[in-house]
């Protein structure tokens, strides 16, 4: 297995920020979402820095491989902040996907904005994975809006639960969930975004382009 990068163990967002300066200005990531798979890179075609994502993931699904694909594309320095149950994150896993840990920092958190405050005052990192937190206001909300288009980053803010067209965040300018129907295909559902209605994407494209 690959050596784990210090930034996989640490969880104090000042470490974490230290290390990635240093990264930032020698690795050099794409500024646009590309995952390699056509319906996938179509439908984000117009996303651009400062644009929040909302994706609707629900545990057991294996929802979470959709958005993985845009890691996988010479992605800038980027964090995932997650907060769940009895998770771990394994680096072989992760590998085992075609992420370039050398890229992409871990932290646990349940209330990103107020604990994490100083990761998003700053443009260190330009792709943030805001996964599943407990704690997430309007307030915050509008906080993440602004700090993204100031600091030209794209955020996805996870959540663990299908989203809901009744129920709409005016900060996010794609909403969809998405999940792993049958053995065959991943289906995601476009909520908000330049168009809406289900998409299929067989499993054998996610697979392909994990290396």
Partial sequence: ??????????????????????????????????????????????????????????????????????????????????????????????????????????????????ELRPLFLEDTFKQIIIDSPRHLSTGDLAFLATQARQNRQIIFLIRHFFLSPEKGNAYAGIRLNSWQGNKAEFSIQIIKGPETGIIKVPVSQLYNHAF
């Fill in 1 to 114: 297995m690959a050596s784990i990068p210090v930034q996989f163990n640490q969880s104090d967002p000042v470490k974490q920020l230290i290390s990635a300066r240093k990264l930032r200005d020698s690795l050099f990531g794409s500024k646009k979402l590309v995952s390699g798979i056509c319906q996938l890179d179509s439908l984000f075609s117009n996303v651009r820095a400062g644009d929040i994502i909302e994706w609707g993931i629900p545990p057991g699904l294996n929802g979470r491989l959709i958005p993985l694909q845009f890691l996988k594309q010479d992605m800038p320095v980027s964090v995932w902040i997650y907060h769940h149950h009895n998770l771990a994150i394994f680096a072989s896993s992760w590998i085992s996907h075609g992420i370039d840990l050398n890229r992409l920092y871990f932290i646990r958190s349940s209330s990103p904005v107020s």
